[in-house]
């Protein structure tokens, strides 16, 4: 399975604003940046869409990747989320006002986009990976993925505060092989990141003992004020696995 966090800066930084991450290039979970990517082809590739919760950084370019990908007669993009999410870009974004209502079937001669609500924990399957909807813990009703096919499984909590479910869910995951997990705050914004429902590299610590098996532990999310010393301490936990995940490059599981 290939997987790239896209980078949402010109030129190309590990510091992340936005969040989309793209599974074999077909497959985007959240739409905070897809639509920067410079290579149109690329994002019009990109068939379904999977939103973890509707904060803006998860979200920002949705409405654009929807409109650079519309062709008549072409296969339009799909849009999967929580059917509370569906109902808020429906009423506060593609509101005739923010943004046209592609959601509305009759707005053109051919749907702008497919929508298609997610039950949790009911696994369904796009593009040979199947990707199985699970609540995690943040400020707004969210949900993680866990992502498998054939020989790996992958776990994106997106933004979390300390969580459970994900956790027992992996665990009875085959083939197991890592988790993009977030450390938004460091250590001096605890108290913060625990009533926001994020992480930071003492609570992050603690989420990786939840998963006993050894798996790559994917950092991302850092605030791009603190990315550096959020770095720097989560690297002085001696946690093992543990990587600072690139922005544009791919990784292979
Ligand atoms: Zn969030
Ligand atoms: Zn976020």
Known sequence: MKIELLPSSVP???????????????????????????????????????????????IATLPLVLSNSFEPGVDCVEVLAMPDVLQFLRNDIFNGRVWPDFFNPTLTHEPM?????????????????????????????????????????????????????????????NNLKAVFLEASFPEKLIDLALVCGHLCPSTFAIETRKI???????????????????????????????????????YWF
């Open 12 to 58: 190309v930084s590990d510091v992340q604003y936005l969040t989309t991450y793209l599974i074999n290039d077909e497959i985007a979970i959240d739409c905070g940046s897809l639509g920067l990517l410079a290579d149109l082809e690329r994002q019009k590739r990109v068939k379904h869409i999977f939103i973890t919760h509707e904060h803006i950084d998860h």
């Open 113 to 173: 986009v497919r929508v298609t609500p997610l039950e949790l924990f009911k696994p369904i399957r796009r593009c040979n990976v199947t990707i199985t909807p699970v609540p995690v813990s943040h400020g707004v009703p969210s949900i993680g993925f866990i992502v498998e096919d054939a020989a790996s499984a992958v776990v994106f909590p997106s933004d979390t505060g300390p969580t459970e479910a994900i956790w027992s869910h992996a665990a009875k995951t």
């Open 212 to 250: 006993t098996t050894p798996v790559r532990w994917m950092v991302v999310h850092r605030k791009p004020s603190d990315s550096d010393q959020v770095a720097k301490e989560l690297e002085s936990l001696g946690i093992a696995g543990i990587e600072m995940v690139r922005c544009g490059v791919p």
